[in-house]
């Protein structure tokens, strides 16, 4: 019997990218808001989801500093398992429910480029880096402080394609402010087989379902956000028309299921 | 209608981290021909394949520096799509007929990394480098001369996990010695439901069907591998009870098909 | 005129890989005492630096993740500034006095490279990761608690070339438990001109002065280090005969300044 | 005795990031010429090298593919030795004689840089890549004839610097073509003793003396390259006017000294 949730498959288990779920997460991270061209976000969004819209093109941008953990204690093997990630979320509407979708999202490891495929996130590799806070703050970075700035970047394929900036005003009081709505993914994977390249294997639309969320340190500001115009990448058609608020905080979850709404091979 | 081959899936389709194929390849390799213990390798293979017990646990082991291009010039953006692979093929037997598994392999670059996937290659990321042989040789490196050396190693999460050498003597005249038996893989997609983790979305065994292979400067003599133990990883078992011949060439070949032998899904 | 700290120099000074001083840092570290062969440590010092026979080989492995910024907010671009390290620190005295003496030190970034061969750092690059501390603590990490685990590894060259465990027992309230020895080190350039490779273009012995230092968060428990023998590489020589402690804090500092003890090519 | 050319010093010599000399190289390259602004290329120069008004700010950008060794066999292990460079030359006069200056370069290897530093390279890292031609050519990559095309890459820091891209016209088959002006570098070693900062450890005016140099599979063709703005970054100051050939070649050589022509600190 061969075992492992990720390639490989082993007698034992032990060279998998990753152990079964539950999949735990810890990270740091900073979220920019900001509106893009409604037609961008529209002609990015899958079968079953549409355009709200109400909300102009509302979108969020953002990086985290993860560190991942399984059952048999993943975190202590970091050059493993930690790693850094840039994502956008697109707002739209499922079945006229609000929901986020993930257009482009790029991580520096392969075990979280793996477990990002089977939730539907599409990653692809990047370099990913963000302002971190120390509890021994001095002049190398910002404090928890109005004012404060922290600063996020991603380059992949040798390009920058994005950076965002969070300047702090004040901590997070109303935990309305960090409600997520629900990530609808499109799960797809291709087929090689001759006169299938176009027939994906795979083609769901699917729901995360993370739970036990924690959000600590929660400060919120103003953001900011550029994706430049490069060669041979569309992210830069998301390009803000305007920013608006921007959080740095702390959190948690977990993850260890995956709900699918609709397969769409079958459309 | 979104594009792409791969992740992500955009609506001009240049995000994607691959182009739809047919794809393109050319590289330097060195192979190293190597015996592992026969329970080791049966121990590795998916139902059905089969050892071949008459063969000893005859294995090969090989470094690939790369270049990639599908049909839009992408050997011109190497930042992209070059890259370097190490890998290890076990001989087996489908239905009798020898073919090749292969249950380890690692590149450094994520257009690989997903292409391979959509061939059952179960590729992890690793830094893998091999010695290079230059037109205007001098001491830096080897002509093709007999006795000339040309290293290879392999590093994943941080731990040596393979070293290769190959010693020439002479360069090849028998086109038989160059001959590859198939490669059938393990396509495996896994499923992250709640209660599903061990129901794999798709789980075939797949057979390669690369064309227009050509190979030059082909050169053969002696081989060494070595699979050191490592934490976490279970490649090691593996390891070399001895070693055969070694060979130094430049390939390259066309991948736009592949053939599903059995959907393991209805086992 | 040219500007620039470090090369390369340019008219504006933008394009050098560090800002004149003052140097600003923060860090979340992992320190693992331990005691080495006196004789390996002793074949380590520079002229000038004496064994202490009473010290055992007693030394300290370190494992910093970094932030730095010069004066032009250089923190605003972690992916050119901000950097992981992992060093050794041997006790040695100086004309009788106790320092510290450091004969490995490895960082992930150039500007963090540049600055500490200006300090008489013998930085080479490696990968350096360590576990992280979260305020929204899951399962995904330690908590800063009794019994909490932070691992630590460097890689270079492909190879792991060490492996540090801390656990934590209490937090530190003697702080004469955080005080440094003062670090001096051998500030080498080599001249490459024919005849005068043994003849460096500078050899001195150095004394680190940095001020302003702050410790945070610190919690005092059980070290253990392993430095694996590998290929190449001499690192392996102060494999721990024992460990000792171990400490978990984050702390800042500033340095300006370094100070001669004693010009080597003038013995 | 602690032995090393470069850093770090150890009773054997093993853990230094190179071997003393001589060193060997062997590389691929591309060389695309260019006009940057005069003026440009003037602000540059380091004291004792005039602009020649006469060539209108004619310089080279390189792309480099390397293998280096040292009499240790360095070369089978390229995990730690081999690696790729970009680098500018600009023209200049040196008491009247034609020399060439290199103001920019990067590597993605610290052996390399540490030897580049030696020499007076200002060598910063960066990711270089360039477009490979195999043996066995195929639709991955170029031959070596008329129209092929060749494209090189630099990223440092998270952003793109420079892209350059060479289109063969013919063999080269005079020689004249391939000869290199003397490269005469800037050797700057800072000082960090507080009220130094300004007053460098060392700097000379250095001329490089390689031998042994060897060229072959050279063609000649068009020559492009751009150096878009980027932040914290002044090479885009040289961006090209207008571009002028482009070469494609194997090459090597040895070095094993370096000439001071003048101690600046002197002036």
Chains 1, 2, 3, 4 share one sequence.
């Not at 120390?134 to 004012?147: C, D, E, N, R, V």
């Amino acid at each position: 019997m061969l075992k492992g949730f990720n390639y490989p498959l082993t007698p034992k288990g032990k060279s998998t990218l990753n152990p079964p779920p539950p999949w735990y997460y810890s990270a740091d991270f900073l979220n920019v808001e900001f509106w893009a061209h409604p037609s961008a976000v529209a002609a990015l969004l899958p079968p079953g989801l549409d355009l709200d819209h109400s909300l102009d093109g509302h979108s969020n941008a953002l990086f985290y500093d993860w560190q991942f953990s399984g059952d048999n204690d993943e975190y202590l093997d970091p050059a493993r398992y930690q790693y850094r990630e840039f994502f956008i979320l697109v707002d739209a509407l499922y079945k006229g429910r609000p929901v986020s979708y993930c257009p482009y999202i790029f991580v520096d490891n392969d075990a979280a480029l793996a477990r990002g495929w089977s939730q539907g996130y599409p990653k692809r590799l990047g370099q990913v880096f963000q302002t971190r806070y120390y509890a021994a703050t001095g002049k190398a970075g910002p404090t928890l402080a109005t004012g404060a700035k922290f600063a996020g970047s991603l380059t992949a394929g040798g390009q920058r394609l994005a950076e965002g900036l969070v300047t702090l005003q004040e901590p997070i009081t109303d935990p309305s402010l960090l409600t997520q709505t629900p990530v609808v993914n499109l799960l797809h994977y291709p087929r090689l087989a001759a006169g299938k390249h176009d027939q994906p294997a795979l083609q769901e639309l699917v729901e995360n379902v993370p739970h036990d969320v924690k959000i600590e340190q929660a400060w919120i500001g103003e953001g900011s956000l550029t994706l430049p115009v490069c060669k041979g990448e569309e992210i830069s058609d998301l390009a803000p028309v305007r920013c608006g608020k921007g959080i740095r905080a702390s959190m948690s979850y977990i993850v260890d299921d995956l709900k699918t709404l609709r397969d769409l091979r079958k459309l």
